[in-house]
């Protein structure tokens, strides 16, 4: 496997990658207490801290697999009585409006993190710095923002050719 095909795979991908192993390891923190809560008459303090930020994780990377599938909700009564070049444009401001909004969101997404960092702060079942599950939400916010960049410029090559605008996949059809 080439570099380019590694990467091509990343894109495609890499929401998946990422939330595959942090869906098992919720589903087996979860499956293990309750069979020791049940069975062994003992709970821990740290499964449920560990199941909450893997979840926690799952859903920043799944909002960034919503973004590259256009499968985040949305009104679109007007949409298709556009013409394809209208649509495409107002899928573009939508997603420039979306970028900017993550942008604004990024920076002010830092600054816990890097207070956790600067006051040591740690969890209190697992005793790790806080600041590794507060980076969920930059980590987020950065996926938000590649994919949201990549379509802008998927609908710009698509308007320039005069293709159809890439309309996301419905959850109901």
């Known amino acids: 496997m080439g570099i380019k095909a590694f990467f091509l795979a990343i894109d495609r991908n890499g929401e998946r990658y990422l939330t595959l192993p942090l869906y098992t390891l919720v ?10 809560r049940f069975f062994l008459s003992y709970s821990s303090i740290w499964s449920e801290e560990v199941a909450r930020y893997a979840f926690i994780y799952i859903t920043w990377i799944g ?15 007007i949409l298709p ?3 394809n070049k209208w649509k495409t444009i107002v899928f573009i401001f939508g997603d ?15 600054e816990p993190v890097l207070n956790s960092i600067h006051f040591g702060s740690v969890t209190h ?14 980590l987020g916010f950065t996926m938000i923002i590649w994919r949201l960049l990549q379509s802008i410029k998927r ?18 059809d």
């Open 125 to 138: 079942g697992l005793r790790i710095s806080h600041a590794w599950f507060l980076a969920a939400v930059p």
């Open 155 to 172: 609908d710009l090559s698509d308007l320039k050719a005069g293709r159809p605008v890439f309309e996301g996949n419905k959850l109901f």
């Open 96 to 110: 420039i409006i979306t970028l900017i909004l993550a942008c604004i969101a990024l920076y002010w997404s830092m």
């Open 27 to 36: 589903v087996i923190t979860i499956f293990m207490e309750v069979f020791r």
């Open 81 to 83: 009585l556009l013409p």
């Open 63 to 77: 909002a960034a697999a919503a973004i590259k599938e256009r499968a985040h909700i949305r009104i679109d009564v």
